[in-house]
């Protein structure tokens, strides 16, 4: 069975960093992408971006290019959404989601809650 | 970059009745296009991919059609657990993907 484990909710201040992650099981981990999603209070969903283990080829959304980074650890078969300055605008629920080979998403982490606050 | 385009923003639809939603592309996706059920409180929920296919689970009161650039998401006779925020997505140009901005069908 697939899943995907999300890390817990965050609290952080503007301005300071965070990584975020996303520990993926039931399949081998370096043969399917994984995408992050940003959900913001109210609002619809928004592709961040996409990682391949495999060789850890990642595409952005044009709208986050250098706004976030997206990585990924075979050894430990988890993905990573990173922030080195955050902003009281990074405040959403942040989804990993595991698509198959085509692009369509059946699997779906439980989300992070990341709140950024002074 | 494709733009997905729903509508409408907010569908009120008494139980029982047909909703149907729409989403368009700003240029062709072919049938790579996925459709997804959000509650509130939970992660989206796969119910279309290919434009029509039903993924595993789904109940065949859910239908989906449409290619190139206008799709349609009909429930036949609403129940109280398909109120919910509705989006589509399309994957053509993948490992991109374009998420449209969502419907919300809330009970009359």
């Known amino acids: 069975e697939v899943q995907l484990v999300q890390s817990g909710a965050e609290v952080k201040k503007p301005g300071e960093s965070l990584k975020i992650s996303c520990k993926a099981s039931g399949y081998t981990f370096t043969l399917f992408w994984i995408g992050w999603v940003r959900q913001m209070p109210g609002k619809g969903l928004e592709w961040l971006g996409n990682?391949?283990?495999?060789?850890?080829?990642?595409r952005y959304s044009p709208s986050f290019q250098g706004q976030v980074t997206i990585s990924a650890d075979k050894s430990m078969n988890t993905a990573y959404l990173q922030w080195t300055s955050l902003k009281a605008s990074d405040t959403a629920m942040y989804y990993c989601?595991?698509?198959?080979?085509?692009?369509?998403?059946?699997?779906w982490g439980q989300g992070t809650l990341v709140t950024v606050s002074s | 970059e494709i733009v997905m385009t729903q509508s409408p923003a907010t569908l009120s639809v008494s139980p029982g009745e047909r909703a149907t939603l729409s989403c368009r592309a700003s240029q062709s996706v072919n049938s790579n296009l996925a459709w997804y059920q959000q509650k509130p409180g939970q992660a989206p929920r796969l119910l279309f991919f290919?434009?029509?296919t039903r993924a595993t689970g789904i109940p065949a009161r859910f239908s989906g059609s449409g290619s190139g650039t206008e799709f349609t998401l009909t429930i036949s006779s609403l129940q109280s657990e398909d109120f919910a925020v509705y989006y589509c997505q399309q994957y053509n140009n993948w490992p991109s993907w374009t998420f449209g901005q969502g419907t919300k069908v809330e009970i009359k």
């Open positions: 290919g434009a029509s």
């Open positions: 989601a595991r698509p198959d080979s085509s692009g369509w998403t059946p699997y």
């Open positions: 990682i391949y283990p495999g060789d850890s080829d990642t």
